[in-house]
């Protein structure tokens, strides 16, 4: 059975600043790895994904996420946060398109 | 662009009544997914169907249950509703080779008093 952490409930940071929200699988057989983003009271947005590849993946409004296998962790970064990114984002791991996990998810508030 | 469509947006609900939700599925997508959220959970998944067969299954209570259409557009049949099946929920869609990117709808949010 595939599972997903997220370590951290609540991550704070100042606009401008780089963010980071991490996200730690575990799943047999390669993993297909997801970001999602959730604004109040709206769906949830896809971000980016990784399926295979180079272990820098780039997304959607900055955000990059980069796979690590040997750590199996999919942490999200952005190089400078914005007030805007403040939501709930959400890790989310799939073997080969089945059995779609996701994470407890992580509130980020980025600070003016 | 198109996106997941649900209806209806918001929905209340007494307990033991029955509920209907209707997702319609990007345009091309063949696959459909049911998720619940209750409050300041991560999303649940709950089905999934693939051209009009169920690929996968979740944590969906024996008191739900859905279907695909020909048209690939699903609904999600809940019946004697409790309290705790207030929730959030989303449905959503992909094509089946494109790695499963699922796209999300705005979701559907059901209380029940």
């Known amino acids: 059975a595939q599972s997903v952490a997220q370590p951290e409930d609540q991550v704070n940071v100042a606009e401008g600043n780089p963010l980071t929200v991490k996200c730690t699988y575990s799943?047999?057989?390669?993993?297909?790895l997801f970001w999602y983003v959730q604004y109040p009271n709206r769906g949830l947005q896809f971000l980016l994904k990784y399926i295979t590849g180079d272990n820098l993946v780039k997304g959607s409004y900055g955000f990059e996420a980069e796979f690590n296998k040997s750590q199996t962790s999919f942490h999200l970064k952005k190089p400078s946060a914005l007030v805007s990114d403040s939501a709930l984002y959400f890790c989310?791991?799939?073997?080969?398109?089945?059995?779609?996990?996701f994470g407890p998810g992580t509130r980020l508030s980025v600070l003016p | 662009a198109a996106g997941v469509i649900q209806s209806p947006r918001h929905l209340i609900k007494e307990k033991r009544e029955t509920a209907t939700l209707k997702c319609y599925p990007i345009p091309r997508h063949d696959t459909v997914y049911w998720y619940q959220q209750g409050p300041g959970q991560d999303p649940q998944f709950l089905i999934s169907f693939y051209e009009k067969m169920q690929s996968d299954k979740g944590s969906i209570p024996d008191r739900f249950s859905a279907q695909q259409f020909s048209d690939y557009h699903s609904e999600l049949n809940m019946s004697s509703l409790e309290l705790g099946d207030s929730a959030l929920y989303f449905c959503a869609s992909s094509f089946e080779t494109d790695y499963n990117e699922q796209f999300f709808g705005p979701g559907t949010r059901l209380t029940v008093l």
């Open positions: 989310a791991v799939s073997n080969y398109g089945q059995n779609f996990v």
């Open positions: 799943v047999s057989g390669n993993p297909y």
